[in-house]
């Protein structure tokens, strides 16, 4: 396929004003004046004031195509080799010749802000869900949260698998080879239906044994909650297949079109809310049910739009099942070697995630509800680290598949630098309007009181958060998922359901202790995700995909 550089005027300005500087035997960095450059290298900046100007249409794409590329300044480079890995992953090392911190603050925000978008708008309509099921009392709310750990269980599987899809596609992107990233998604498809089809057979089934296992008691809430965890086991294979399509399309950085089929689908779920939970217009009073059924909708209308991505002739990930659906044995395998070790990691976090919510559930209902509106607010503040980690993966991973271990680095460093920026803006607003955010769910002054205490708690942690999610991005990218297994293992299903007992039923410190429990686990999993990768370690796994 022929690549059209499309930039904006400021980069290409800015490509030139870098080339005459280096004609003209420009800078180099004086720390590094008697180290020996490769051919490629010149001069660079490490700070972040560079002047840069957001190419939000770089893209390379044909005629017609959906499902494009985006243009990065990776494009521009040639291929590595084993210097390029050779550098620490930290410190002040000069940029390939050509290459300026605005190119690459550029990519990684062309990347990140659509990605940031889309899952604001997921979190959003997640929020108001709660709010219009929190409208018929806090018991509803509960039953709603209680299927949250069941839901997260079953899709560890094929989320997992798309940790797998995200970094071999990206890596055959950045590598050029357009047929190998098809296979990789096509096969990644064929897996994920098999297993979406299997978690919603099961789901459906055990639906009360699972709200039971996560703690619920009351009659009323066991009732609505497996009837709502039913309803969404129907439209649970839609999930399994829109998100594996939404990894292979960011993946090679198209971020955008994810965003604009996730935004109809939450649309459609908002409006078919107000329409069924209290029975707006002539529609059925449903409630708990309303509102399920309301995100099957959702979840299938995104199933369908995501189709015309893959299933589109000039599609950079163009999959087409009349050509058979035979198993690619070599493929699946590299799929499942980092797939494996993440549904790993994510079962370990559901387990430990189950632990800890049977223990703020024996808090009672209404500090049960007090805790999932915190934590519904805390996956909005999330959406910030996981939108910049979504930029981290794709990125890392196509200049990986490039051999270019340099860049790698110089994207995963400003990737942090930026996310931390947002995060301490996003921190400061939390705290201050906690207590406007807690009223907006419910108006009892109980939980409001608690919910206000525990969300400045989360403001506080902020920076770190974004830190360790983009850095865990990275080394998903890399294939690197067996660290990050362990780092599960040890924070996630030990650290935090055990601090969690002990803060409540030891110390008697009621919600605020399980919350400093999470804390404790945020703190810990950023020392150890920072730590490998300040060991460049990650790299080293990456080459073993070669």
Known sequence: MNRV???SDAEAHEKVRTADSSTDGGETDREYLSEPHSK????????????????????????????????????????????????????????????????????????????????????????VDMMMVGNIGPLAISAVGYTNQPKF????????????NTALVARARGAGDQERARLIHKQAL????????????????????????????????????????????????????????????????????????????????????????EGHYGFPRWEVAGASIATVMGQVAAMLMAFSVIFGKNAYLRVNFLKGVKPHVETLRNIFRIGIPSMLEQMMMRAGMIMYTRTVASLG?????????????????????????????????????????????????RTQ????????????????????????????PFVIANGTTVLRMVAIIQPLQVAQFVMAGVL??????????????????????????????????GLPGAWFALILDQLLRTFLVLLRYNSGKWRDVARTFD
């Open 476 to 509: 998903r990218g890399a294939g690197d998922t067996r660290y990050t297994a362990m780092v599960t293992f040890v924070t996630v299903l030990v650290v935090r359901p055990a601090f969690a007992m002990y803060a409540i039923y030891v110390l008697k410190m």
């Open 417 to 444: 630098r930026v996310g931390m920026v947002v995060a301490m803006v996003l921190g400061g607003s939390v705290f201050a309007f906690a207590h406007v955010l807690i009223s907006m769910y419910v108006n009892d």
């Open 5 to 7: 550089n499309i930039m």
């Open 40 to 127: 490629d290298e010149g001069q660079a900046s490490d700070s972040m004031d560079e002047e840069f100007a957001i190419d939000l249409e770089g893209e390379i794409s044909g005629p017609g195509q959906q499902g494009h590329t985006v243009r990065t300044a990776l494009d521009d480079l040639h291929e590595g080799d084993d210097s390029h890995f050779e550098k620490s992953v930290r410190g002040k090392h000069p940029l390939p010749h050509g290459i300026t911190n605005g190119m690459l603050y550029n990519d990684i925000i062309k990347i990140a802000w659509p990605a940031l978008v889309e899952l604001l708008l997921v979190q959003l309509t997640s929020m």
């Open 190 to 277: 064929m897996a994920n239906f098999t297993l979406g089809l299997i978690c919603s057979i099961i789901g459906f089934v055990w639906a009360e044994p699972l709200v039971r296992f996560v703690g619920a008691s009351n009659p009323k809430v066991i009732a609505d909650a497996t009837t709502y965890l039913r309803i969404q086991m129907i439209g649970f294979l839609s999930i399994a297949i829109t998100t594996t399509i939404t990894s292979g399309q960011r993946a090679i950085g198209n971020s955008r079109f994810p965003m604009m089929y996730n935004t109809a689908a939450n649309l459609i779920n908002v409006v078919f809310n107000y329409l069924l939970i």
């Open 365 to 413: 209902d209404m500090l049960m509800a007090t805790h999932q509106i915190c934590m519904n607010i805390q996956s909005l503040t999330m959406m910030n680290g996981q939108a910049f980690a979504t930029s981290a993966t794709s990125l890392v991973g196509q200049s990986l598949g490039k051999k270019r271990g340099d860049m790698a680095a110089f994207y995963a460093n």
């Open 153 to 164: 269980l079953l899709s560890t599987m094929f989320m997992s698998l798309n940790v797998g």
